[in-house]
Structure formats: C-alpha cells, structure tokens
Nanobody, 129 residues
Framework: QGQLVESGGGSVQAGGSLRLSCAAS????????MGWFRQAPGKEREWVAR???????DYADFVEGRFSISRDSAKNTLYLQLNRLRPEDTAMYYC???????????????????????WGQGTQVTVSS
C-alpha cells in the first residue's frame, strides 16, 4: 500500500517562505500527475497547483506567481515552494496523486479533486500578519 507523506509546514510571518515536500513510498508506480491542495478552517478544500511529468504545470489564480511546484522523480518527491506568503494562505496543505498512472496533460490539467485518489495526511502552514 503506497502512501504520501507531506512535510515542511510551519509558522511564518507574512512575506516569508516555506518549502513543502511530499514523499511517495510503497508504490509500484506513482502517477505522472500530482497536485497540491489546501483547506483552511471552515472552508472547502481547494486546488493549488498541478505537475505533469511532461514538465507542464499550472496554478490556481490566487497563487499569482508566488508558488512553484516541482518534482524529483529520482527521489519520488513532490515539492511546493511557497514565497511571499499571506495570512490568507493559512491552511492545511495536502499532496495527491491522480488515479491514472499515466494521465495525459489534458486529463491532469482538467482533473477534479475526485480524480486524485491517493492523498497525504497534510502539513499545516500558518502565516501571521
């Protein structure tokens, strides 16, 4: 049984940076489409960024160039670099893998949260003003 384990969260002041990591283990093959999502208290979980093995990636509008998603396949690890953090970025951040081992960029890009069927336990990011 594979698992995704996030780390790197913490408490920072507005304008600060964090680097989140998501390590995959126990999988015979992790999907080539992975993403980061977040959920703030009292709000629904929302998508943050997606990465496809082709190198293509996309971001939610609220990112506004502040975050960067990347993946080290050799280490089976997905990253999310968070820069210029704002108090409204405070949330639990989750990584997830698409259900298809080899998703097309179209399927990756247009996938709903329900298309991601393997989730980590989350890492908390708290940004103070």
């Amino acid at each position: 049984q594979g698992q995704l384990v996030e780390s790197g969260g913490g408490s920072v002041q507005a304008g600060g940076s964090l680097r989140l990591s998501c390590a995959a283990s126990g999988y015979s093959y992790v999907s080539n489409c992975m993403g980061w999502f977040r959920q703030a208290p009292g709000k629904e979980r929302e998508w943050v960024a997606r990465f496809h093995s082709s190198g293509l990636r996309d971001y939610a509008d609220f990112v506004e160039g502040r975050f960067s998603i990347s993946r080290d396949s050799a280490k089976n690890t997905l990253y999310l670099q968070l820069n210029r953090l704002r108090p409204e970025d405070t949330a639990m951040y989750y990584c997830a893998a698409h259900h298809a081992p080899t998703a097309s960029w179209y399927d990756c890009h247009s996938g709903e949260q329900s298309d991601f069927d393997s989730w980590g336990q989350g890492t908390q990011v708290t940004v103070s003003s």
